[in-house]
């Protein structure tokens, strides 16, 4: 019988999972729970040395002669510091060692709090990797103790070997054991360049054998020929649909791009279902596209692969089972040359775009929709984007931008500063036509990078001007009028007398013909200055055109769709702010 302790369930699960079974235990109560669960389990062997310096040395020897890691457990306080002289030897030899120790409530710490002092991280740089466990409450806080173990003890052998610590708070004593089942738990597969053909080799029948697979390309900056080359013989040779987006600078001609139909306030959990692959596999950095969120709720019902050149977990989407420690390159083209003319039966690509393709574009009314349309489908070939941030990147990924256009975006941090300053230095490293699409308030907190030296005349800015943060309404953060002054910051600025001063030219438009007259000017690419062009819209009306967008050709199931309406129909009649009231009530 096992621990009701969660946490404690969730290690032993893992140890057995990565083949560790040697424990030295020290006595305690904080640590009663894991002792208790693994002194009945004939899996472990368990060894009993109760001065904790010396179970520190005695498990350093027990590693070194059997060659596998060895787990010491303690409970909580000065028990742990006695840790410090083996845990520090076994760092300088490179023993694995699995320094388990138990922790009191976090929330006590320095509260005069008896046999407590603060245990995170406490080891230092004399561990490989330190962890502090999360009091787990609900289903992700048990995802991300699991995703926390096995960073810990995949490092246990990574590019070397050592220890790693792993601190468990508890909020109370816990003396029951009664829970006769262990969880079942993900272990984290991490394959490296230098690991058996035997481990390269199951992957590939895997694929062979997958009806769904989904390649997810995150944010690039520099993206190889040859990698381009590869994705797409891979797309020929496995069941595969490539997802792409504007920041991941992949151009491929069966590239979709999901942005639109991912954003949760589109698309319904019952067509996410109807979508999701059976293994998906990601590269790159970051990615906009609401994949990520919608993927999440359907979590651990299909693998991730991730391919990550440095080895680091990345649970993008809370499935991931296996990490692919090489460059996209060295992936791609080691599962084309042995795909043995394998071919994309095109199902699940078929299935994709034909979601894709069911998305209906209206004739946009007068907004930043329709300015940012109006642009980006006019960027010259061979030129720079840098789209700012949330709306910039939104929108320019509803529309066809023309071949080889390289795009940027500050969506490592997805942060409203510097989006100015990076796309001023962009341009200033290139000779080619340089483009920013860019909000209000990014503009202005990033206003004095137009005083820079180094601006050259082939610099185009964009800005909307929609008199603040229109996310805000976009996300339904705006609950009433003082949201106006503290949360989307309502203003009435004009950029102009800034943008002139700087010795930029300056063009402006309030309506359709406006614009049209301005982009003649905007566009031109033998200008002897850089050009600025404000467009005047209001955000309010701005969300709307795109929730207007999404509706005209949102999936529609009964069910879904009735109770969309009825929020909807409650928020219009009692309003918005009285609407969350009764729904968080409601939920009590």
Known sequence: MYTELKSYQIIIALLKKYGIKHCVLSAGSRNVPFVHSIEEDPYFKCYSVVDERSAGYFALGLAQELNEPVVISCTSSTATCNYWPPVAEAYYQGVPIVVLTSDRDPQMLGQWEDQMIDQVGMYDRHVRKSVNLPIINNSDDELYCQRLLNEALLELNHHGTGPVHINVPMKSYNNSFNVKKLPDVNKIDRICIEDSEDKWLSKIEKLKNTQRILVTCGQNSYVSDELKKLIKEFFNSFN??????????????????????????????????????????????????????????????????????????????????????????????????????????????????????????????????????????????????????????????????????????????????????????????????????????????????????????????????????????????????????????????????????????????????????????????????????????????????????FDLSRPRDIQSEAIRKSKELIKSTIGQERAQKMAGFLKK
């Open 240 to 549: 595969s649909a490539i997802s792409v987006e504007y920041m991941s600078n992949i151009e491929f001609e069966e590239g979709l791009n999901l942005n639109i139909g991912m954003d949760s306030r589109y698309v319904t959990p019952k067509k996410v279902k109807e979508l999701l692959p059976d293994i998906v596999i990601s590269f790159g950095g970051n990615i906009f596209s609401g994949i990520k969120e919608e993927f999440r709720k359907f979590k651990g019902s299909f693998e991730h692969w991730l391919i990550q050149e440095d080895g680091r977990v990345v649970d993008m989407y809370k499935s991931l089972t296996t990490i692919f420690e090489c460059t996209p390159e060295y992936f791609f083209n080691y599962f084309v040359t042995r795909s043995h003319q394998s071919k994309n039966n095109k199902e699940y690509y078929e299935l994709l775009k034909g979601y894709v393709d069911s998305v209906e574009f209206p004739e946009f009314p007068y907004s930043h929709v329709y300015a940012i349309k109006e642009v980006v489908e006019k960027i010259p070939t061979d030129s720079i984007l840098h789209l700012s941030i949330n709306n910039s990147i939104r929108i320019a990924n509803f529309f066809k931008l023309n071949p080889n256009i390289k795009t940027y975006a500050n969506i490592g941090t997805h942060g409203i500063d510097g989006c100015l300053s990076s796309f001023l230095g962009q341009a200033a490293a290139s000779n080619k036509e340089s483009f920013l699409v860019i909000g209000d308030l990014a503009f202005f907190y990033d206003m004095n990078a137009m005083r820079l030296r180094h601006i050259n005349n082939n610099v185009h800015i964009l800005m909307i001007n929609n008199e603040g943060g229109s996310e805000f309404y976009f996300n339904r953060m705006w609950k009433n009028d003082a949201s106006d002054l503290h949360t989307t910051a309502r203003h009435h600025t004009k950029a102009e007398g800034w943008v002139r001063q700087n010795n930029f030219r300056y063009l402006s438009a309030y309506d359709k013909e406006s614009l049209e007259k301005a982009l003649k000017e905007f566009m031109r690419t033998d200008l002897d200055k850089p050009v600025f062009l404000e467009v005047f819209t209001e955000m309010k009306n701005d969300s709307k055109v795109i929730y207007d967008f």
